[in-house]
């Protein structure tokens, strides 16, 4: 697997040009410090910098990469059937 940027979402798209808004759901981002993995590419990269002044952009690290493709953990609650 290749580089991976962590992207998290801090600035509201709300009241932002079309575009921008489009931006930020291409890159995954729907709602204010939603944070997404995505691969270190060029394309990525220029979606990035159309809405830099909305978003803050880290390099991953390998246990945060490990963290993001682990599957959801069960909830400890259990759902009874009523009788």
């Known amino acids: 697997?290749?580089?991976q940027i962590k992207v998290t979402l801090l600035r509201s798209g709300i009241n932002r040009?079309?575009?921008q808004k489009d931006t930020l759901r291409g890159l995954g981002l729907t709602r204010l410090h939603k944070t997404v993995y995505l691969?270190?590419?060029a394309s990525n990269r220029g979606m990035i910098r159309k809405v830099q002044h909305m978003?803050?952009?880290a390099m991953a690290t390998?246990?945060?990469r490990a963290e993001a493709g682990k599957?959801?953990?069960q909830p400890s609650y259990r759902i009874v059937?009523?009788?």
């Open 62 to 64: 390998e246990e945060e």
């Open 17 to 19: 040009k079309q575009g």
């Open 39 to 41: 691969e270190n590419t």
């Open 71 to 73: 599957a959801p953990q």
């Open 81 to 83: 059937e009523a009788s």
């Open 55 to 57: 978003v803050e952009v």
């Open 1 to 3: 697997m290749g580089k």
